[in-house]
Structure formats: C-alpha cells, structure tokens
C-alpha cells in the first residue's frame, strides 16, 4: 500500500476472521511494528510465517486496535523477546476481564493452544510512534466498535488502519461501542483524508468505506427511533425489517446487537454504556434461526 506498508487480510472476514497489519522501517532492517494479530494460535503462526517472508527480524511494537480475541489472542505467537504491545488504557482492562472467553462463543473452532498476552504500554487520548523516518499516530476517538478503539495513522502514507470501526464488506457491530460515537469517529477520519483505509475484517478499500459505514448508521438511527416508537423490542424490529438496503453485507444478525445500542442511546444511557451481551448474543442466535453465527475461524 506503501514503502513497507502491508495489509495481512484474511478471507472471509466474517466473525473472528480479521485483518492485520505489517509496517516495516523504510530502507532499514528494524523490528516490524504489527498492527493487530490474530484469532487462532493457527492462524497467528500463518501471520508469523507471512511476516518471515518479509523480514528476519521480530516485532518491535504490537499495536491492538481494541480488547477483542478475534485481534489479540495471536499477540503471544507472533511476539518475540523485547517485543512491546501497545494499546489504549481500557483495551488492557477489558482484556484482562474478558480473558479467553470468547472461545466459549465458537467451541467448534481449533483455537489452539493460545494464551492470553496483555499490552505493556497503554495509553488515554493519543500517541505517537517513530519508526525511523515513518511516524505512525495512535488515535483514540471515544466509543465506536468499542469503548477502547484505537485508530493507527500514518499520515505520510495516508493509510488508516481503523480497526472494526470501519468492516468493509460486513455488517458494522457496536453492541459494546456507541452508534453516535461511530458517527463522530466517522466526522474524524474524513478530515483525516485517507487515502487507503484498511478495516478490521473484509476488503482493503478507500474512502468510500467510511461513507458508506456513515449511511448503514444514520439509517440503523432512523429505524431504531421508528421502531423505538412503535412500542418494538429490537428483536421484533429486526426480525420485521430484516437487513433493509443491507442484505448484502455479511454477518446480518449483527443487525439486532446494533438496535440495542441505537434503543439504549435514543434512551439517553451513557455512550458505551454496558449492555447484556450474552442475552444479545442470544437474540442474535435466534435471529440466525436458532442457529449460531458462522465462524470460519
């Protein structure tokens, strides 16, 4: 995408099957700096033979773009000695609280041997990386996907690592983050100008990923105040409505967590505020059918 910029993009990007990225120093043979890992002890040590192909050498900086597993559960297999993992303060928290989890949710999936390894160094509002001539900013802009995203610039390249703030290709998902947060993360990365925007899973894409994020939420905020109206659980609202103009979007039973948060925001909770995953969860599962959501983990 650039001098020693590279995406590490995992097909199908559908649940826990997500993006990483690889920035090697220009012209110098220094530690790479990763921008997330990965899900699976396996798939984690396919990354790390990826990064082999690249370059001898080990980490210098993990950069993990929120406390999901699905992009930090590989920090311990792709780590070498010295190797430092950053991240924002309440993405160490959160991960510390969730530990693994998330593993409970797909029991069919092979994760491995995978053990969990916390960041070293957190920050709150934002940072700033020097890797040689390359400056790589860390930007935390408040509740998006989560309530710990963080956004990796390089703003020389004007390539935007955006973590699953912005899912090319896939239903975006703020049951733990903020629809209104999103928009206002959304505001922030247009006056950033990207030229190449990678998300957290799907497709590297451009600009014309955040405007289309941006539509999918102004039109989930006018469905949840009608619906909100109309005396519908969020549920209800999506089982009457389905995915509208978003059919074609994977991982459509996202469609119901994002109702809550829009229900739990036109309420006037607190942006980020807490909800009951695993009732949602569960929704979601009976909006799927009964069925469980896919992983291809």
């Given at each position: 995408m650039a001098d020693g910029v590279f995406a590490y993009i995992q097909p199908d990007g559908g649940w826990c099957v997500s993006n990483a990225g690889i920035l090697l120093e220009p012209g110098r043979g220094g530690g790479p700096v990763l921008v997330d890992t990965a899900a699976t002890q396996g798939r984690a040590r396919a990354m790390r033979t990826a990064l082999a192909g690249l370059t001898p050498e080990s980490p210098r900086l993990i950069v993990n773009t929120h406390f999901h597993g699905d992009h930090t559960f590989g920090n311990a297999v792709l780590a070498g000695p010295g190797t430092v993992v950053v991240a924002h303060e309440r993405t160490r928290t959160e991960m510390a609280a969730a530990g693994l989890g998330l593993t409970a949710l797909w029991p069919d999936v092979e994760w491995g041997g995978i053990e969990l390894m916390l960041p070293d160094l957190t920050y709150r509002q934002g940072l700033t990386l020097h890797q040689g001539e390359r400056r790589i900013e860390l930007i935390h802009p408040g509740p998006a996907h989560t309530t710990n995203d963080t956004l990796v610039w390089l703003p020389e390249e004007r390539v935007l690592f955006a973590g699953d703030v912005v899912l090319p290709g896939c239903t975006p998902f703020v049951l733990m983050g903020s629809v209104a947060g999103s928009l206002a993360t959304l505001e922030l990365l247009r006056k950033l100008d990207p030229r190449t925007v990678v998300g957290g899973h799907g497709p590297v894409s451009g600009p014309e990923a955040l405007t289309q994020t941006e539509e999918y939420f102004h039109w989930l905020t006018e469905l949840a105040?009608?619906?909100?109206?109309?005396?519908?659980?969020?549920?209800?609202?999506?089982?009457?409505?389905?995915?509208?103009?978003?059919?074609?979007?994977?991982?459509?039973?996202?469609?119901?967590?994002?109702?809550?948060?829009?229900?739990?925001?036109?309420?006037?909770e607190?942006?980020?505020?807490?909800?009951?995953?695993?009732?949602?969860?569960?929704?979601?599962?009976?909006?799927?059918?009964?069925?469980?959501?896919?992983?291809?983990?």
């Open positions: 105040a009608k619906g909100r109206a109309a005396g519908l659980t969020p549920l209800q609202l999506a089982r009457e409505t389905g995915p509208g103009p978003y059919g074609d979007l994977r991982d459509p039973e996202r469609l119901v967590a994002n109702l809550h948060r829009a229900y739990s925001e036109l309420a006037g607190e942006l980020g505020s807490a909800l009951d995953v695993v009732s949602v969860f569960g929704e979601m599962v009976e909006y799927n059918g009964g069925v469980l959501p896919l992983s291809h983990a």
